[in-house]
């Protein structure tokens, strides 16, 4: 190989391996910001929280979630995937042992973008220590 093919050859590499390097770090940021969870201390969260869990889910739950409600469990100290599949498809994650094994409670799917809020609510009157 004469030398200018070897400079051609090393600088053709080396942007590829820049393009690929780049692509990786985007890829990785895409994923890292699809798990990244909501803070749940965020004030505004807790707030429209409040008015939801109020307007929802008190005909069943009691209004301090650390006790059990009319019809509902209590709802403190559950995992956010949890809560979440929960309240917007009606079901458990796979290895979750639900407090219950009824059904009643129907699903919320229109409140999807609202668990994060909820969830912030719960947390924020959790009488637990974690
Ligand atoms: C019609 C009454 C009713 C309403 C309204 C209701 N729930 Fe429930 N919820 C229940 C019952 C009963 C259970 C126990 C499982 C079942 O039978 O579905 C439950 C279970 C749950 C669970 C799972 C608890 C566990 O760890 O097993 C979560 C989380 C939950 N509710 C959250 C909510 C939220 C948030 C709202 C308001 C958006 C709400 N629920 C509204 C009755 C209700």
Known sequence: MNKRLLKKFFLKSFLILICFSSWG??????????????????????????????ANCIACHNKDPNKKGSIGPELVGIPFEVFKTKVT??????????????????????????????????????????
Do not use: C, W
Request: hydrophobic share 40%; net charge positive; proline share 7%.
């Open 25 to 54: 770090n985007l890829l990785l940021e895409a994923r890292a910001a699809e798990v990244a969870l909501p803070n749940f201390k965020d004030p505004t969260l807790i707030t429209k929280g409040k008015q939801l869990y109020l």
């Open 89 to 130: 498809r009606g079901e458990y994650p796979a290895g979750y042992v639900a407090k219950r094994k009824t059904k009643v409670m129907k699903k919320f799917p229109h409140l999807e973008k609202d668990v994060p809020s909820l969830f912030a609510y719960i947390s924020s009157l959790s009488t637990q220590k974690n």
